[in-house]
Every structure is written in structure tokens, then in C-alpha cells.
């Protein structure tokens, strides 16, 4: 969690302290691309940037059986059949609370931006679930009703024949009628999408292709800045959750000082090489000599 309370440590605030204490997931490879400080990325001219802040809420694998607002009762068993088929992408910044105290995040479908609720539904348009990130859910009609599958929400794209009438039958759900269940590792492949829409660089924001994990010429960065932590012991599930994007271009200087230490790097890597190509030459030698003196 984002630290929180009457002081904040300029240089540690933005810092999850559950990486040390819980540790990340496996596959989680993102890290923070520019500075807390509001500085610029160093080297790199902003050409603008979009933030947003959400609300959502998060619960622990604990409070499944329970019903809400307190748990997840009437999508107890869906959830844990969709994460049972995947692996799980961790909470923020990747960290895994492990077993019964894994987070999930629910949000209000309607309250999704639009582009990512586009990108969702052209994932799932392929043929391999394994990349559905987010399990889009309808909400009970009545008291006591159980939600047994995964809706495929809207799609921006048009339906093909061939497509099912349970798909068509999910169409007929309204937006307000859906919720969205996710690890918070989920967001990270798609962060800008999050911030895309009505910005100054929407079209550079809604380009994944731009997309990196750290500054690059004509890239496009991303984190998420800040988030809360529910208030659990009042019961409380409710989090908010703030995401930050920028659209950058390498400056003249900042390319200068990337080409020059990519030059030295290349010289330190060379020495290395032709040190331990002595190293292994003199080795060789040794043992040579050493053979010869025993043969005599």
C-alpha cells in the first residue's frame, strides 16, 4: 500500500513496503518508469500527461463466502474458478499477500473506461482464456441468487455468425447490471488505456504499441500512483485508486548522455570479455605446462 498518515517521507511515499515484506509474483517485471517527485523522466521532453483517479474495492480470498458489502457470496464460486485457471498477477506493484489474504479488486463495469472495456472484449474475442485478465460478471437479480459464469461483456466489434446466443444473451446486460473482478497486477499491461480517453494525447495514450516499461524514444509511461487500503476493521471495502500517464520523446541532450554511456558500457563489457579471455588462456597454459612436467 501507498504509506499513509500525518507524514509521509518525501523519498519513501510512493514506496509498497509489501514487496519486502510479502514479496511479488513471478512474472511481475514492472517498476515505476519516472520520478515520485513530479520531476520529468531525466533526458526526456513530456509532451503531456493524463491521471485519473478511480473507486473500486478490494477484497481478500477470505471474504468469498461472505455477503457483501463484506464479501463476494454471489460470485463466490466463479471468482475462485477464474483464478483457479490462471496465475495470479498479484496486487499493487505485484506483491503477492499469498493463500487466503490474495487481494482482488471489484469495480462498477459502467464505471471501466471505455478503452478498456474495448480491450477486454478483444481478448476475448481469441480462442485462449488464459489472457482474460478480467472476469466480467453480472450482478444477482434478486437476494440469494449465485452467478455461475463469466459474461462476455459488449463488444465494440461486430458479432460474426458464428458467434453463440450466449454471447448475444450477454450483450443484452447492461453496463450498470455488471462488475469487474481483477487482481490490481492486472491493470499494469494496459495502464495508459486507463487514462486515454478525453486527454490531449488520447491517440498517443491509446497506442499499447508505445507502451514501455521504462523511457524510451516516442514512448508512452504509465503507474499507478497512488491507491488506499480498505478499511477493514469497520468493514469497509472501499478503496480509490490514482493512475498516471505520459506521452515522452527523447531530448537532443538526453540522447547524447544515453549514446554516451551506452558507449562506455560496451567498452567496460569489452574489457570484461578480454580479461577473461586472458584469464582462460593463462589457465590453459598452466595446464599445459603442468602435462609437460609430468610427462618428463
Known amino acids: 500500500m501507498t504509506t499513509t498518515g500525518l507524514f509521509k517521507s518525501p523519498a519513501l511515499a510512493g514506496f509498497n513496503w509489501d514487496i519486502i515484506e510479502r514479496g511479488v509474483v513471478e512474472s511481475f517485471k514492472w517498476s515505476r518508469p519516472f520520478p515520485d517527485d513530479g520531476t520529468d523522466p531525466g533526458g526526456f521532453h513530456v509532451n503531456c500527461k493524463a491521471e485519473r483517479s478511480f473507486h473500486a474495492k478490494m477484497y481478500k480470498l477470505e471474504d468469498l463466502p461472505s455477503e457483501p458489502p463484506e464479501g463476494l457470496a454471489p460470485w463466490h464460486e ?3 474458478d477464474f483464478l483457479g485457471h490462471r496465475d495470479y498477477m498479484g496486487s499493487w506493484d505485484g506483491v503477492d499477500h499469498k493463500g487466503q489474504d490474495r487481494e482482488i479488486v471489484v469495480m462498477e463495469y459502467a464505471a471501466v473506461p471505455l478503452p478498456v472495456r474495448a480491450w477486454i472484449e478483444e481478448q476475448q474475442e481469441e480462442t485462449n482464456n488464459n489472457r482474460w485478465l478480467f472476469a466480467v460478471l453480472e450482478k444477482p437479480k434478486k437476494e440469494g441468487d449465485k452467478i455461475t459464469g463469466i459474461l ?26 455488471k462488475i469487474m473482478v481483477f487482481p490490481a497486477g492486472a491493470i499494469y499491461e494496459i495502464l495508459p488505456l ?4 478525453g486527454s490531449k494525447c488520447e491517440r498517443d495514450l491509446s497506442n499499447l504499441a508505445k507502451y514501455r516499461a521504462q523511457a524510451a524514444d516516442h514512448s508512452i ?48 563489457k569489452r574489457n570484461e570479455r578480454r580479461i577473461q579471455r586472458e584469464e582462460r588462456q593463462k589457465a590453459r597454459k598452466n595446464i599445459e605446462g603442468g602435462r609437460i612436467k609430468d610427462e618428463l
Open 152 to 177: 462476455s461483456p459488449r463488444s465494440t466489434i461486430p458479432l460474426r455468425e458464428e458467434q453463440t446466443g450466449d454471447r448475444k444473451a450477454g450483450m443484452e446486460i447492461a453496463d450498470k447490471d
Open 221 to 268: 509511461l504509465a503507474w499507478p500512483v497512488d491507491h488506499t487500503k480498505p478499511n477493514r476493521e469497520l468493514g469497509k471495502r472501499d478503496i480509490t485508486f490514482k493512475i498516471e500517464a505520459m506521452s515522452v520523446t527523447e531530448t537532443d541532450e538526453g540522447k547524447r548522455a544515453r549514446l554516451m554511456w551506452e558507449k562506455l558500457h560496451r567498452a567496460v
Open 194 to 197: 486507463w487514462v486515454s480517453k
Open 78 to 80: 466463479v471468482i475462485e
